[in-house]
């Protein structure tokens, strides 16, 4: 309850000392011009206070998600780099069975007169990335087969 004068407060708290007492029991607070504007204040910044703690709970529930998406992406990408190991290591094994089982025997075709050579497909040299360690994702070590170009 606003009370436009703070005298006016003042004479009432001297006639009735339990004033502020009685009016807080009754859900009312008792407001002079001084105190008015502490209570807006009070209030406003209480707002402020909510609103943010409301932009967190919202911030935490959209990282939440994220991260699950994350896990969920990352567990795809690690399938990815399995398969195009695998893909890799295939095609290398089929490029060596054609350059050793195949060209030879193509060749001796050629020392008979027929027209033609034929050449080998390049081994694959590239690797795909490995996870960095602060990944969580665990460095698996690299396969070297038989007639990999990547052989050291």
């Known amino acids: 309850m606003f009370v436009p004068d703070e005298t006016l407060l003042r004479v009432a708290h001297e006639h009735e000392p339990a004033l502020s007492e009685e009016a807080w029991s009754a859900n009312v607070i008792l407001a002079s011009p001084s105190t ?31 991260h699950k998406r994350l896990v969920t992406f990352a567990g795809h990408i690690a399938r990815v780099g399995r398969s ?6 295939s095609y290398n094994e089929a490029v060596g069975s054609f350059e050793s089982r195949v060209l030879v025997q193509a ?15 390049a081994p694959v040299d ?22 990999d170009a990547n052989a050291a």
């Open 36 to 66: 008015l504007m502490t209570l807006l204040r009070t209030v406003a910044a209480i707002w402020q206070q909510e609103t943010v703690a409301q932009s967190a709970r919202e911030v935490h529930e959209l990282g939440s998600e994220l």
């Open 84 to 89: 195009l190991g695998s893909a890799v290591g």
């Open 107 to 121: 060749r001796r075709l050629e020392e008979h007169g027929i027209d033609g050579t034929l050449e080998a497909p």
């Open 126 to 147: 590239r690797l795909t990335r490995q996870p960095a360690p602060e990944s969580g994702a665990e460095p698996r070590p690299l396969e070297v087969l038989p007639g």
